[in-house]
Nanobody, 121 residues
Framework: QVQLVESGGGLVQTGGSLRLSCAAS????????TGWFRQAPGKEREFVAYITWNGGIYADSVKGRFTISRDNGKNTQYLQMNSLKPEDTAIYYC????????????????WGQGTQVTVSS
């Protein structure tokens, strides 16, 4: 059984930073099929970032501010979020087990429970 557990969310002011973590059990992160998504109230789940063998790929809305990384030894994925804006407020989800387009949330088999990020203005 694969389990993903996110942590690190919270309340932060505009311009602040947070680091999200996603710990995996029952699966290794040795492959490249992992990513981060987010969902704001009343909106669809959207792509944030995924990691490949040569680095991260980012949504335009977070490019230059967010950094995805992974520690295979700890079986943990991270999302460093800097220069946060109120529009970044959402529940952030870790995803794994992709079988298609990496930015498509419907192509991921495993999901964490999500962690709330709230950015105040």
């Amino acid at each position: 059984q694969v389990q993903l557990v996110e942590s690190g969310g919270g309340l932060v002011q505009t311009g602040g930073s947070l680091r999200l973590s996603c710990a995996a059990s029952g699966r290794t992160f040795g492959s490249t099929d992992t990513g981060w998504f987010r969902q704001a109230p009343g909106k669809e789940r959207e792509f944030v970032a995924y990691i490949t063998w040569n680095g991260g790929i980012y949504a335009d809305s977070v490019k230059g501010r967010f950094t995805i990384s992974r520690d295979n030894g700890k079986n943990t994925q991270y999302l460093q979020m800097n220069s946060l804006k109120p529009e970044d407020t959402a529940i952030y989800y870790c995803a794994a087990g992709n079988d298609g387009v990496m930015s498509d949330p419907t192509r991921y088999r495993y999901w964490g429970q999500g962690t709330q990020v709230t950015v105040s203005s």
